[in-house]
């Protein structure tokens, strides 16, 4: 195919993802120099649409870029009033009283918030200092410069055809250059990916570890309604067949964030984690809550877990990761916006300096110190043994093991070094034969809900005519091996049932990509124990339409 041609448009600083790191590096930038060029890029049809979090959200990262938010109407409207823990059994729990847990572990002035309504106004805020914001532009491709390093990106482009040659609407989308590219793309960013891996940045460094979380917005009995309630819970219905919990939040308008985490190291391939999310909502203390209420809206994310140990070098000429393209997220506290916060405000001051200096293309190595150093690598230190204890020891030994380490930690010291995540979360999956399959009752379309119909509720659309953007490195191994040997696994692991093996009498079996489904969590791309999946981007605007998640 002939090379394809393509208009440039250059900038200082280029941004991928418009994501509370990618919101915070292009305001930042701007309150540094009003006059510096900077563009972000989104692929969701709109700032917001693609942003899945708990959230309960620590001010802290905002305090340190906007310190008059509260004035300038930044939603966060709803302090954290209550904080709860509890472990369930099938029919029972057992409140974990607050004391024990070390200080890190407390709610109280945090905010229940939508992150993708923080992330809407961020947006206003950065328009207004003058960044470029492009909702609906996916970037596609790198651009490289003649030494290797990165100069840019490819967005916009629109208009393939399912076998990938450019249909009569074909628009091959611009490359845009900037002195450094920022890429804050969340977790498992698809060229996050390609960076880490041309330039060997895990190298030295522990996987990164992740789990999938699925969350479900309810409108609830006023009467059941608590303002400013979180709970957690761990325990039922994961038992030891993987580690994971639950969060509840109660935000604005009789509204609750009811979701499920289920970390994605998890061995036996005949574990579904959607039917998990659906059981939980049977425990009668989750079902007594939402008795009444309606589900509203439904989605779905991979979050990083592998924290301190697991973050890869984050610099490479030209080229920064910023946020969860590196994996910032507290586990013990699942938290993460606070620390793409201030990943992105510690990227937007080492590229001033850097174009303030002259200089260009080179490596923010400024930028790296300052997260491994500064308040992030603090925040992710004190808990760096956690996830390891949880994998290694299972819930309640890493409870207490794990309470103990963040305890000392805080004291500034630890018993236990900094432990290892050892396999990725693909190689930990283990042949189906070692695991009995699990037997998950029926939803009852009432407190629990099929996945396709719940996927209706994540109002995702993709143009059918496209590629599929989730693509096979072999297309054989899904059935010849997968298949055989772990069951299928896609079948389960996949939130938005996109993947299915269908069997029809005299034919052989087949594997269905239905990519139109996808919510672009990402979980794919991470847990197929081939290591067969790749998930790159759909054209811009495609994908969930989250409203307040
Ligand atoms: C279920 C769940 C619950 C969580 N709960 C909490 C919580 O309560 N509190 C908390 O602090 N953290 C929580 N987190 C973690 C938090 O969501 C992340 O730490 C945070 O989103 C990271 O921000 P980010 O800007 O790095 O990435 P993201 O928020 O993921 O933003 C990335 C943006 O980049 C866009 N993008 C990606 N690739 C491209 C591309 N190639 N081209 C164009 N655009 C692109 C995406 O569409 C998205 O808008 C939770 C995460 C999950 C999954």
Redesign the pocket.
Known sequence: MAEIEREAMEYDVVI?????????AAIRLKQLDADINVVV????SE????????????PCGLDALIPDWKEKGAPLNVPVREDNFYMLGEAGKLRVPNWPMPPLMNNHG?Y?VS?GNV?RWMAEQAEELGVEIFPG????ELVFDDKGGVKG?V?GEFGKEADGSHGANYEPGMELHGKYVF?????R????KEVIAKYDLSQGHEPQKF?????EIWEIDPAKHKEGTVTHTMGWPLGGNAGGGS?I?HLENNQVYV???VHLNYKNPHLFPYMEFQRFKHHPMVADLLKGGKRVAY??????EGGYQSMPKMVAPGVAL?????G???VP?????????L??KAAAEAAHAAIAAGRSADELSDYEAEVRDGAIGKDLKKVRNVKPFWSKWGLVPSLVLGGFDMWTNTMGFSLFGTQKHGKTDAAATEPASKHKPIDYPKPDGTLSFDRLTNVAFSFTNHEESQPAHLQLSDPAVPVKVNLPEYAGPAARYCPAGVYEFVSEEGKDTRFVINFQNCV??KTCDIKDPSQNITWV?PQ?GD?PNYPNM
């Open positions: 991928v993802g418009a994501g509370p790191a990618g919101l915070s890029l989104e692929k969701g700032v917001g649409a693609h942003i899945l979090s708990g959230a309960v959200l620590d945090n229940i992150m992330c532009m996916a970037c596609s990106v967005a890429l804050s793309e969340g977790v960013g698809s060229l996050s789990g999938l979380g699925m969350k969060f939040y979701g499920f985490v989605g779905a994310r991979a979050i990083s910023l946020g969860c393209s590196v910032m997220v507290n506290r699942i938290k993460g916006n606070h620390n793409a916060m990943s992105g672009h969590c981007t811009g994908g």
